[in-house]
């Protein structure tokens, strides 16, 4: 196991309260797999990998145990975390600003991060960074090397984002929605870029989006996010074949599908997403769900093994 | 034809034509002065009573300019916008003031496009206020709660505040605040974009059923294939201001013609794992080109496979190649019998 997260539970300090972002998940990622995290907007996929990462603004805090290669990292000093983060593992997000220096030159950035964790000359760190910039597929990388982050369109932009998180090699490589922005031809290019390094530099990959298309071409295995926990866990197969949670259900049907001709009323999932700090007593989705029953109202259920690669956190016996 | 919705009257509500939207861009240094940044670059198409024209294509491609140009929300550079037998194509703000009614518009970013300052009942009902000033207030708010209900707005929130709801339920607002007017055309730019998943088919099947009920015509704007799919009619798929292919749903998905709906088509994910790591794709290399410096002849042939020196000399025009299909490619029947998807 490479990556290893036990108990792992995020909580912000906001002036109206206490926010529980992310309610003790407990998953791994094995080397050179795709874990696939989807859920909607403020489920806690991006909280749970920013606290993972070591990267939760000052108002938040992480609980729980973190396993990477064996290590525990959760609530490493900064500086032990600065050995590992960019080197070990590495984050990339929708917005590659978030990663750039708008006012440094690529050349500049990339071959910063070689030297000083690989101590690596500068004339070998400018090599590394021209073959990787080549590798993420931007054309012309010699003459481009010297340009700053705004002269890069957004599908470059982000290609030069990845060969940065790809310096040093990392283990394990972190996206976080990162085709959210981009048209649908570029994000082609960029899957299939995700797509071709994981295999070709055997490094696993979770790719965290909204976008059940995106999941289904990328990922192993999937886990599915609801209101700040893990609802359903599975092999991608299985969960878009035969989904065990009736939000995870509810999701897959309620898309429009480009490969369907059929243009009757879609599914719905009623009701809104949940509110972190108002969710039910018990179930989360309840509010939501056509299947609740009496014990749906007062406790939360409990992520469950329901067979040898699943998961599923419902108190429902089977999905009619 | 049209399973789902009622076949619509062969008659166009709406007839546009050649229609051009040219921003003025400054330039600085040697040769300052402005240039044209050709936003819409001559669009010609129709629509029936009743029927959704689907409007698809990448960020800056003119989708959102071309809604605003119709609506005389922005200034045409050229061409003709007719409304049932009336040139509104120039008309001034107050000229256009009659045909507001008729003509409505619904934005992608929801809580944005709403007055923060305004209860939510005094947004809906400010179009009633505006062209039916001699409604009394009970009539006016009745109306309000009539079509907040509709939507799917508890009525009893009317005197709230935009920021009180969430995004779905702010969508559901401006849909209200369209449809309070009972229009015959509502142009939705991209309205359910930044809505989450299971938010979108709720407002997808509002905007759907209320077409059915009230015989709207929509120009639905999208870059989400899979949604245009299903909501639309017929589709127009435009690339740096031009259209390049207009055809029904079925023959745009079935048997599209031109390389770059083709490629468009092909790089939608499915969510189904084995169709999806089973798929061919047309990868195409690099970016959209800038719009202030787009290439000469096609416009797509800088990223286009089948691409030859005909492409850089002659501008392919948009040809009717079947009563329901219209496309813009120089050799359309060698992409028709390449297609991959
Ligand atoms: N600094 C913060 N202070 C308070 N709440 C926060 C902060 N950062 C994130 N949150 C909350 O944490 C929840 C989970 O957010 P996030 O992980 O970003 O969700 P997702 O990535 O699934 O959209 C959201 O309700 C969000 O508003
Ligand atoms: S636990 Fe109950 S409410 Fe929750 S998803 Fe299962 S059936 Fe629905
Ligand atoms: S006209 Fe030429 S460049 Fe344009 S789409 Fe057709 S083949 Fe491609
Ligand atoms: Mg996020």
Same mark, same amino acid.
């Given at each position: ?53 070591? @990267? ?5 805090? /992480? ?5 990477? $290669?064996?290590?525990? +990292?959760? =609530? !490493? %000093? ?118 071709? @390094? ?5 490094? /696993? ?5 909204? $976008?059940?298309?995106? +999941?289904? =071409? !990328? %990922? ?101 | ?341």
């Amino acid at each position: 196991m490479l990556l290893d997260v036990q108990n792992l539970t995020t909580r912000f300090h906001t002036h109206d309260g206490e926010v529980c972002a992310v309610n003790n998940i407990n998953f791994s990622v094995e080397a050179g797999e795709c874990l696939g995290v989807v859920g909607e907007s403020g489920s806690g996929k991006t909280q749970a990998f920013l606290s993972i990462m070591g @990267l939760l603004a000052k108002n938040g805090s /992480a609980d729980g145990q973190v396993y990477f $290669d064996g290590r525990q +990292i959760l =609530g !490493l %000093s900064g500086n032990e975390l600065n050995n590992l983060r960019g080197v070990e593992f590495s984050m990339i997000f929708q917005d590659p600003m978030t990663s750039l220096n708008p006012f440094m030159r690529i050349s500049r950035q990339m071959t910063e991060v070689l030297s000083e964790h690989q101590g690596l000359s500068e004339k070998d760190a400018v090599k590394r960074s021209l073959d990787l910039l080549d590798l993420v597929g931007i054309p012309e990388a010699k003459k481009r090397f010297s340009m700053y982050p705004h002269e890069f369109s957004g599908g470059m932009r982000q290609r030069v984002m990845i060969a940065m998180a790809l310096l040093c090699e990392p283990k394990l490589l972190i996206a976080d929605e990162p085709t959210t922005a981009l048209d649908v031809t570029v994000q082609a290019q960029i899957l299939e870029l995700i797509a071709r @390094l994981g295999s070709e530099l055997n490094m /696993a990959t979770v790719l965290i989006t909204h $976008d059940l298309g995106v +999941i289904a =071409g !990328l %990922s192993d295995r999937v886990m599915v996010m609801y209101g700040g926990r893990i609802v359903e866990k599975a092999p991608v197969r299985d969960l878009f074949k035969q989904p065990q949670h009736p939000y995870s259900k509810g999701l897959l049907e309620s898309m429009p599908r480009v490969d369907d001709s059929n243009n009757k009323s879609l599914y719905t999932i009623p009701g809104q997403p949940p509110d972190l700090q108002a969710l039910p007593l018990g179930c989360a989705f309840i509010p939501r769900c056509e299947h609740a029953f009496a014990p749906c109202e007062n406790q939360v259920p409990d992520l469950v093994k329901i067979s040898s690669d699943r998961f599923k956190a419902c108190h429902l016996e089977e999905l009619p | 034809m049209n399973s789902g919705a009622q076949s619509p009257v062969k008659e166009p509500i709406l007839s546009v034509r050649n229609i051009k939207v040219y921003f003025p861009i400054q330039t600085a240094g040697l040769f300052s002065g402005t240039i044209p940044l050709k936003a819409v670059d001559g669009v010609d198409f129709d629509l029936l009573a009743g029927e959704t024209l689907g409007v698809v294509g990448e960020s800056g491609c003119g989708k959102s300019t071309l809604g605003r140009g119709i609506l005389q929300l922005l200034e045409l550079s050229d061409g003709n916008v007719v409304w049932m037998g009336n040139n509104i194509g120039g008309l001034s703000f107050r000229e256009m003031k009659k045909y507001r009614k008729q003509l409505q518009i619904i934005f992608q970013d929801p809580l944005a496009s709403l007055n923060p300052r305004m209860t939510i009942g005094d947004i809906i009902a400010e179009p009633l206020t505006v062209h039916y000033p001699e409604l009394s207030a009970e009539e006016r708010t009745q109306q309000v709660k009539d079509m907040m209900d509709r939507v799917g707005l508890l009525p009893l929130m009317i005197n709230r505040y935009p920021h009180e709801f969430s995004g779905g339920q702010c969508q559901r607002i401006g849909v209200a605040r369209a449809m309070i007017l009972k229009p015959k055309l509502i142009v939705c730019d991209e309205p359910v974009s930044a809505l989450d998943v299971s938010i979108q088919a709720q407002i997808i099947n509002l905007i759907k059923g209320l077409q059915e009920d009230f015989g709207l015509s929509l120009i639905f704007i999208s870059h989400d294939l899979s949604i245009v799919r299903h909501i639309s009619h017929r589709i127009m798929v435009l690339y740096l201001g031009n259209a390049v292919e207009v055809a029904d749903r079925k023959r745009l998905y079935n048997n599209p013609c031109h390389p770059y709906t083709q490629a468009l088509i092909s790089a939608v994910p499915i969510p189904d794992p084995d169709l999806e790591k089973a798929k061919q794709r047309i990868v195409l290399q690099g970016d959209l080109p800038s719009p202030l410096n787009p290439p000469s002849g096609c416009v797509f042939r800088t990223r286009c496979p089948l691409a030859r020196d005909l492409c850089a000399r002659e501008k392919p025009r948009l040809q009717q190649i079947d009563p329901d299909h219209q496309v813009a490619c120089h050799f359309w029947q060698e992409a028709q019998d390449q297609r991959i998807i």
